[in-house]
T-cell receptor, first 114, second 113 residues
Framework: DAGVIQSPRHEVTEMGQEVTLRCKPI?????LFWYRQTMMRGLELLIY????????DSGMPEDRFSAKMPNASFSTLKIQPSEPRDSAVYFC????????????FGQGTRLTVV | DQQVKQNSPSLSVQEGRISILNCDYT??????FLWYKKYPAEGPTFLIS?????DKNEDGRFTVFLNKSAKHLSLHIVPSQPGDSAVYFC????????????FGTGTRLTVIP
């Protein structure tokens, strides 16, 4: 398996533009997570899905952020409009949801909003 | 509020010596703990874990210790190698039905050759 695949690896955009980050989880995994890495808060959970259904989106910072999982093999995280403070590395992770199992991470998308 | 805390942002250790990375948590509902390792420009990768029913788990050079009464866990690496230089994240999970992980802010380990 290729692991969790994220695209793009890097994104530079202007303030106010819409940004869409993409994730393909590991086949067979039923849980998907979006994390944001910042110096101050480390890896911060934004939202997670179980069987394509959003379970907890309390970490989504504002209404500007939205996430979808239309099927078991694809998820998007959208920021509209983007702001400079959204600049961070965004990670997607997936797991098989079983007890005492780890989550597997993608390589991340480095977002820079100028 | 940060439920998992890594109070040391960085640690430097001589090659061959022991590295000890610490982690504290506040939520007594956490029952499964993990350590992840992250190299630059890569995603975190799972390193070792421990269930709350244990107080120690060992895997090669890596040992995780859990002190539930103190809500504290630590990762020991011995002997440390230059390739261990990375950022280490502590993570915790709350029981069944909620499999999202709560992460600390990370500790950057530098192993000096």
């Amino acid at each position: 398996d290729a692991g969790v695949i994220q695209s793009p690896r890097h994104e530079v955009t202007e303030m106010g533009q819409e940004v869409t980050l993409r994730c393909k989880p590991i086949s067979g995994h039923n849980s998907l997570f979006w994390y944001r890495q910042t110096m101050m808060r480390g890896l911060e959970l934004l939202i997670y899905f179980n069987n394509n259904v959003p379970i907890d989106d309390s970490g989504m910072p504002e209404d500007r952020f939205s996430a979808k999982m239309p099927n078991a093999s694809f998820s998007t995280l959208k920021i509209q409009p983007s702001e400079p403070r959204d600049s961070a590395v965004y990670f997607c992770a997936s797991s098989n949801g079983g007890l005492n199992t780890e989550a597997f991470f993608g390589q991340g998308t480095r977002l820079t909003v100028v | 509020d940060q439920q998992v805390k890594q109070n040391s942002p960085s640690l430097s250790v001589q090659e061959g010596r022991i590295s000890i990375l610490n982690c504290d948590y506040t939520n007594s509902m956490f029952d499964y703990f993990l350590w992840y390792k992250k190299y630059p420009a890569e995603g975190p990768t799972f390193l070792i874990s421990i269930s709350s029913i244990k107080d120690k788990n060992e895997d090669g050079r890596f040992t995780v210790f859990l002190n539930k009464s103190a809500k504290h866990l630590s990762l020991h690496i011995v002997p440390s190698q230059p390739g261990d230089s990375a950022v280490y994240f502590c993570a915790a999970r709350k029981g069944t039905g909620a499999n999202n992980l709560f992460f600390g802010t990370g500790t950057r380990l530098t192993v000096i050759p």
